[in-house]
């Protein structure tokens, strides 16, 4: 059992290799095997979070983390230095809420990636190998071992957009592609960085995020706080606080770096936006309070308002653009760009319920936000079609599909007792509790809410109320209310959604002890 | 003990929803027994209440919400409960023949749910959460009749200017908790708080709303576009106003003033029935506000109270009176006050019950709404303007009572005495016990009533001349409107006469609002000339006319105009730029992979001129 971490991470590895061995005579079996693989997945991680001692108060990092597994990975004499790598995982109150998510949403996303018919071979080995690697993000305790898992999410992504996407594929691909790797340098730049500047208890250099938090750096080097070496006029931490900015911001995304997402997607097949919006986001998120936030305090005060700043506008500016589409998919991915904004804002007060607030609207939106792009699939696989105006009066034919849009909209717009309004509560509350904050961002922050309410509640009205009719008859046969495949997605997730938004403590206990050690190194 | 009463009060109304919502035949009944049974509980508990009542919710990891039982929120919830007890029963018969009245019930229930919650809540984030809840329930009620294009854009709208008034109510909240000042709170934030309560009270600029909210079944404008949610307005700001800053509670009472006089001009020239009743609410809504704002808090949640009777009183009987319309006179509109006429003779019972409510509005004496008026316009006597705004709405609302009295139910009977339904009348029996003096004191002329002693009382008491006054006010304002309309002539339009010469100020006000929408409109479209976006919107706004919400049209549309151009923005300068380094990498590399590709003497050029530059280079600098 102590290894059990590692299985949930590496299981789905192995047996994506395994699929490979399987003949396609027996394809059928492959959405099996990954149903069952993700299923067993999601038990361990459910095992974990009922075993994590959520009263575990730490005093540093270094004590902070648990079922922690640590084995020495890559060791190598570069001539002029040496290359340390650990194998090295763990979770604490901000990684656990996000790793159950993942298994919750990778389970959904086998589900409804059931209608996949074409290269079915190559689509599991993918879908698995991607699974790993976010479970990999997000318990890697070890900056090589994350940098290697948040390389290893894109492979598979372009190839998932770019073979089963839609008509505009591979431009799509290839952008989502280029943006993400332009991410992943700046993000290595620091990486480079940390570990020339990171020791640990031996004093040698490392790659241990542990150390990093704990601030265990090298006299004399160049990322240590209170180092004079400048470059362009920046000191070299916060040169790397921007340059991490950039890095994660493109994978959150804020704007103005975000245009890769709705191409995205729009492109991509329905289980694909389903983990881009409600796990590839995320990790942006967990980079920002990891390792951004995690490593750089003392940058995250120094740029507290540029933050903000860039919170407001993704916030609103995203829910701007949401209100001009036209097409309901390319509406629900703006609509992600407006609520992760909120992520940002919630870091960036600096308070504990700023950033339980934040860490709670990732989880919220990674699950309102698939079930959206499911809501978007129901239609779309229906007529091919998803323009709005295409729609009306959908309420009389599809009454169980109506409902589900209703429960899922207005958990989007923040409606009480869903889990939306909590996170965007709590950011909030954080905001304005915050002293060095200015309060006209908290004000601001506050007409996303507004937009949201006028994007959601339009496209209810435009769609699914007045009377009925489609654009095209040759649809009005296919206007069927959900199947039972999809009704088992839909009503999971909303039993999760009103859960969490009736008894929100069941994330914020896990993360509490977690975010109070968080907060102190703000304060130092 | 304490938590069983208050859980029991939350959660019987939500069960009767969710039962009523599964169970299709017998829906209204069950709605009606939990609500009685929630009633009958808290009659009991407000009868034998010493301290408050006290549960604690721990929500989130720092922030206990606290649900409190006090006499205040008891009396509150009986009032809620008794009306929504009453509607919900006359509903039964009002919708026998809907097919998705189990659907209605079940709303119905959520919204008492969500309206129990309001009036317990003790923390601000708590009532922050109910109060979305109830305006939540609103729109569900508004939208029932879904099918039918006008009511989804109506209910869509009414949520959206409600929305719009939360996040000012959230903004306040939120800054009033940041800065952790229990006492008395700063300018900003009162003043985003009262800017953000008043929305759901439909008081200016935000009334548009309420009007459109009377697309929904007529029982749900009684209940909760008249008595209830449209209150929690005013409830809120009662709450509040102990830590409000001073300044702001006169802004209130002027906004308060304001709204009262602007409801009753409006309501003088309707003739949509509903409509008249919904400007007629939000005038009455105007005097609780003024009342809240002048101090007199005790009369501000008395006229809540003797209001909620009187009007779900008359908007219960004008739905009698529009189901009479549409199922025994053929004719147009049965809203429509010209069509009707003669109604006394055919609904003789409705009559009488009608004229009672309609009488307890105008504030005559021996009915409740002049105990209550009374003690509010007593309260304005040091601000002119306010006084005069008071008065003015006396007469105002006397005159637009009469008339509306006399087109419905004066005037040459069609038809013989017809059936009348016991059921409602009943229901309209008891309001209208609700809605004379007796309910409240024994002496008609009293200015001492234990309610506004329970609410908080007031330092003003009606002097002779205020009674006097108003009386005179009354006559002057009905009789003329009497005379007027005794004899008219019903195809004729009485809106060119001296009324609205008076009202003329009102209309100031409505023609400000015109100006800034107009404003907004042209903004709009220039916008929309320079961009060929689906137009849809933009027709549906320009074939609406300006009216008060013009204003908030106005913003909606330049917000979604701008939105379009955001987009466009997006898509092409930002990706733009986005693309262009893509482009502009493609064409560097193409024309470096050519270099490549050239014959070896070429490549050998180049790298001579390159070995030369750097050579250069180092040599030089």
Redesign the interface.
Known sequence: MESLLSLIFLLPLFVAFGLLAIPSRFAASYKWISLVTIAFQLVGTIWIALRFDKNHAATSWAEAFQWVERVPWIRMDLGFGSFNADYFVGIDGISLPLVVLTSIILLVGVLSSWNITEKMKGYFFLYLLLSSSIVGCFISLDFFLFYICFEFMLLPMFFLIGIWGGERRSYASIKFFLYTLLGSLFILVVMIGLYQSTVDDKGALTFSLVAMLDGQYLSGSVLEPGSTQELWGYSYRSLAFLFLLIGFGIKLPFVPLHTWLPDAHVEAPTPISVILAGLLLKVGGYGFFRIAYGIFPDMATEYQVTVGILGVLSIIYGGLNALAQNDLKKLIAYSSVSHMGFVLIGLTSLTTEGLSGGLFQMVSHGLISPALFILVGVVYDRTHNRQIENFSGLANKMPVYTFFVALFFFAGLGLPGLPGFVGELMVLLGAFASSSLPKWIAILSILGIIISAAYFLWVIQRMFFGTYFVRNEEWNGNMKDLTSREWIMLAGLGVMVIALGIYPKLVLDLSEQTIHLFIQSFSR | MSEVIIIATLLLPLLGGIVAATTKQQSGWILAMLLTLTLGLNLVTFLNLGDALVVEW?????VRLRFEYTQVSGALLMLVLLIATLVTIYSIAYMKEEPRKHHYFGFLGFFVFAMCGLLMAQHL?LT???W??VG?ASYLLI?FW????S???S??QA??VN??AD?LL??GI??V????TTEAWAFVPSLLIVLGAIGKSAQLPYSGWLTKAMVGPTPVSALIHAATMVAAGVYVTYTLSPQLHPAVLEVTAYIGGFTAFYGAVCALTQFDIKRILAYSTISQLGYMVLAVGVGARGFAIFHLWTHAFFKSGLFLGAASIIHYMAHHRNGDDPQDIRNMGGLRKEQPTLFYLFFIFSLALMGIPLFAGFLSKEGILAATTDHYLLSFLGFATVALTAFYVVRMLLYVFDGESVKNKGNESVLTNGVLSVLATGSIWIGYSLNPFSHDFLLVDLFGGSDAHASIFVTLGSFLLVGIGGGYSYFKFKHMDRSKSYLTSRIAAVSYNGFYLNHLYELIAKGAYWLALLYRRGLKL?P?SAISYSKSRFKIDTVLHGI?LA??L??????LV?RFI??GV?NTL?IGSGFVGSYLARINARKAQIQLIWMAIFLILVLAFLFLF
């Open positions: 721990f929500w989130l990891t720092d984030i922050f959460i109910f979305e809840l939540f939208g879904y099918k039918k294009e009511v989804a854009t209910a869509r949520f959206m929305r719009f996040g959230l903004a939120l800054w908790l940041g800065s952790r689906n849809a909606g917000t979604v701008f939105a379009k151009m955001l987009a997006d930002i990706d986005v893509a």
